[in-house]
């Protein structure tokens, strides 16, 4: 099982401990079996909706940036930034990673819904994009 599940799995693992809540009332909680919560935190899961995910942080109380920092950026994530800078290239990266954490958090206040992942998401995407025709405007 990939790196990533592993990891969320010990999250859950260690927050649902520190919250003293047995496999079985978290289960309960969120909706679904004692045995697939089992398989989460044994990383033998593999298929998640973004809705058991937000339940599984919000019943938890597990930032949203401590979960993706499970995600790989330096390995997953291709782009050139046309430069050699390594300093450059590692702030590119951190940045990216802070704008990750800003999305997921935003996810996670306004619920994890189909609909408001795509409005979140296309809010974004025409920043960026209204960001790259002013800087080609003032060229």
Not at 5 to 34: C, D, H, M, P, Q
Not at 60 to 68: A, M, N, Y
Not at 92 to 101: A, F, G, P
Not at 118 to 129: A, D, K, L, T, V
């Amino acid at each position: 099982m990939s790196k990533i599940y592993e990891g969320l799995g010990r999250k859950v693992w260690k927050y649902r401990k520190e919250n003293n809540i047995s496999t079985e009332n978290f289960a309960k909680s969120i909706g679904v079996s004692g045995g697939l919560v089992n398989h989460i935190e044994n990383a033998k899961y593999d298929v998640f909706k973004l809705e058991l995910l937000s339940s599984i942080i919000s019943k938890l109380g597990i930032p949203p940036g401590e979960i993706l920092p499970l995600y790989d950026i330096n390995s997953d994530v291709q782009f050139d930034l046309g430069t050699q800078d390594a300093e450059a290239t590692e702030y590119c990266k951190q940045q990216m990673k802070l704008i990750i954490n800003s999305f997921m958090a935003t996810i996670s206040e306004y619920g994890c819904t189909l609909e408001n992942v795509s409005i979140i998401s296309n809010h974004i995407q025409q920043e960026f994009e209204t960001l790259i025709k002013l800087h080609r405007a003032n060229r």
